[in-house]
């Protein structure tokens, strides 16, 4: 199994609601990854787990809340957001640290209204 | 910003012909990596190159990586209309787990 599987595919939140992202991956790897992407542009690097400890948030805000809970699973808690965060949400994983190849999930479309 | 550069932005090209994107970097690499993304979907690993090869091929790709200027290309013969979507390099410095995108080319095929 080589899948990266995210849900939900799309999601529609209000300013003042609380959701969350899931991603999966059973190929073992140790490293997991939330980037996020608007249109026309490239992935931008939110959050890295490295055997299931945060060791890279890139200065994102706080209404972003990463959970590692096992070596398979990844959430991306939401709350607060602001229009400004509808974008493409991507999880990705990779064996080891980077250098090796990253499989991606296909997204969660997010549109906050 | 870590952020590479990428040209052409857009590229639109017939059916058969080949398809050149070229990628600049900025730190120290053990290698460099291309990926492709359908509109709106996750993104497909085509390629991987170390830091100490200077050409690789894989099937109808050939990518070229120049250390010394820290740039790569990538190179798609005899493209398909399958091919259209947008193509990316992604960097890793030394040692640490981040993959750092270039800007990105669209590729647009025409059939």
């Known amino acids: 199994d080589t899948e990266v599987t995210q849900t939900p595919k799309h999601l529609v939140m209000g300013m003042t609601n609380k959701k969350s992202l899931k991603c999966e991956q059973h190929m073992g790897h140790r490293a997991m990854y939330w980037y996020k992407q608007k249109a026309k542009k490239p992935p931008e690097l939110m959050f890295v787990y490295s055997y299931e400890k945060l060791s890279i948030n890139e200065s994102v805000p706080s209404r972003f809340s990463p959970e590692c809970p096992n070596s398979s699973l990844l959430n991306l808690h939401l709350h607060a957001l602001q229009p400004e965060d509808s974008a493409l949400y991507l999880c990705?994983?990779?064996?080891?640290?980077?250098?090796?190849?990253?499989?991606f999930g296909q997204g969660t479309r997010l549109t906050v209204v | 910003s870590q952020q590479g550069e990428e040209d052409p932005q857009a590229l639109s090209i017939q059916e058969g012909e080949n398809a050149t994107m070229n990628c600049s970097y900025k730190t120290s690499i053990n290698n460099l990596q291309w990926y492709r993304q359908n509109s709106g979907r996750g993104l497909v690993h085509l390629i991987l190159?170390?830091?100490?090869?200077r050409e690789k091929h894989s099937g109808r790709l050939r990518v070229t990586l120049d250390t010394s200027k820290k740039s790569s290309s990538l190179l798609i013969t005899a493209s398909r209309a399958a091919d259209t979507a947008s193509y990316f390099c992604?960097?890793?410095?030394?040692?640490?787990?981040?993959?750092?995108f270039g800007t990105g080319t669209r590729l647009k095929v025409l059939a």
């Open positions: 990705a994983s990779s064996p080891s640290r980077g250098g090796s190849e990253a499989f």
């Open positions: 992604a960097t890793s410095p030394p040692g640490t787990y981040k993959y750092i």
């Open positions: 190159i170390r830091s100490n090869e």
